[in-house]
């Protein structure tokens, strides 16, 4: 009786359904952090809030040094809740952690229209720190779930993340602007020397106009949350159907040939033919695969052990995790500073608001190049080289907004633009190196453990930055932050990557590793 083999190959759906997810995935991370990065627009509005918590509020005494405290609230509540969102998606689960970020974040804007209207520091509650808190849960789970579907280009992922992060503050920069001031009005009460506005239909705008940001970023946030999701290991699945082995002769011969169903030995052969034809289609097939797809290796990266990984508890042991915290802590103040005085500052000379908005959006775009930009440079030059780079430009920048006022507001336009997108390197720089040196097993919280510096440096800003203005005036300020940038740029330079964790039952040795990182 003839009988016949069948192997059934799907070679091609795997492959387009995994390049699908992947883009699906990016596009998603996208829209989502469109929204996410609204605190971004803190610095332009700033001098909206001041003047209506002055004018309209109950709050008369508030200048602008106070809206510090916006940025460095909004930073504490970042750096707070990143602590805890691998427990919190643990718990919840991947998309769910997403949601319930995202709905603290959007549900923040739309309760300060009611906070703004009642006192100046419910406001910053809300505005800044539960802002902060609740897109620094998303944040983190998207940034480590866009490592993941590209392994190989850790830096390069975090990198586009955090330009779309900041590419919102190029949107809602300038449509706030607009909603608020579509006459460009200028600031027309001087008080102590600080101008402020006072025209009644600009400032009663000011609180729908967090309104308006919060649905805005809700429906944006429930679309994306269906279009993301982590990488999946998928196979692609062989069907082969044997009834009974039979061997042909010759082609062409048109002569059946003896049976071998009963030859044990003939058996024996013919299965392990098929077996190396099956291998070498699935040999193929994984090539096919790795070839047409843009995320490469990611399902074999995924399968494989990561032995090199540690604990948050392991982390806070190595005295790496402390070279990073305080690296952290000085360039995030640097970044949270110029974040928040650009237009502050700027007013000091510049009478012209709407140059000023433009400056905001230009450094926002500018901010989202950069992040991407970074990326591919810590890809390519890795942890030192990037971030020794990265300490002394922020060093020669602050010491050149000493003299833009001098010089005219093309020039501080530059200046400005530059010191606003390079400090925030320090966010692309940062996760690569956290999970180069303790893995991605525990990524969401080794970046939170070390990200706890933004909660003291969120707390302590708003002193030094108002002490050392009211004292000592800009110049001294700037000054201030242009020198620990050295301090830095010390700690970059004396940084080694940390031995390998001890485990029960492992052959791990307690080594220090040879290369730079």
Sequence with gaps: MATN?????????????????????????????????????IGNIIPYVVSYMRLVGKDATLTYNDGIWLTSMGTTGFGLSMIFTTYIEKVLGFRKTILFGSLI??????????????????????????????????????????????????????????????LSATIFTYVSSIYINPDNYQENEVINGEAYFNQKDLLARVPKCFLMLGFVFLVSQLISICMISNPKEETTTIVIQNDAANVDDTEGS?????????????????????????????DENKKEMMDKSPIGTASE???????????????????????????????????????AVYKIY????????????????????????????????????????????????????????????????????????????????????????????YGLKYYASNCGTVYSSLVISGLLNPFILKGMQNFFGWNWTFFFFEAISFIGLILTVMFQKPRKPERRGSTLSVTEHKSEP
């Design 5 to 41: 083999s069948e192997i059934a190959v799907d070679k091609t759906q795997p492959a387009r359904k995994r390049v699908w997810k992947f883009y699906l995935t990016f596009f998603g991370i996208t829209l989502l952090h469109l929204s996410l990065g609204a605190p971004f627009i």
């Design 105 to 166: 974040q959007s549900g923040s804007t739309l309760l300060s229209y009611y906070t703004i209207q009642s006192s100046y520091y419910s406001f910053v509650i809300t505005e800044g720190f539960l802002n902060g808190a609740g897109g620094s849960i998303p944040y983190v789970v998207t940034v480590s779930c866009a490592m993941k579907w590209v392994p190989n280009r850790k830096a390069t992922a975090t990198g586009f993340v955090l330009c779309t992060h900041a």
């Design 254 to 282: 048109g002569k059946e040939n003896k049976s071998f169903q009963d030859n044990d030995v003939a058996i024996q052969l013919q299965n392990e033919a098929n077996d190396i034809q099956t291998q070498n289609i699935q």
């Design 301 to 339: 990266k995924e399968s494989e052990p990561e032995e090199d990984y540690f604990t948050p508890f392991q982390m806070v042991k190595t005295k790496q995790f402390y070279s990073l915290w305080l690296l952290t802590f000085i360039l995030s103040m640097q970044y949270t500073t110029i974040v």
């Design 346 to 437: 700027g007013m000091t000379f510049i009478s012209d608001d709407n140059f000023l908005t433009i400056l905001g959006s230009v450094c926002a775009v500018g901010n989202a190049v950069a992040k991407m930009s970074w990326g591919l440079i810590c890809d390519k030059l890795l942890f030192k080289d990037s971030t020794i780079l990265l300490c002394l430009s922020v060093s020669l920048l602050y010491l050149l907004l000493n003299v833009s006022s001098m010089v005219g507001r093309y020039f501080y336009f530059i200046i400005a633009l530059l010191t606003y997108v390079v400090p925030g390197g320090i966010y692309v720089v940062m996760p690569y190196i956290i999970s180069k040196s």
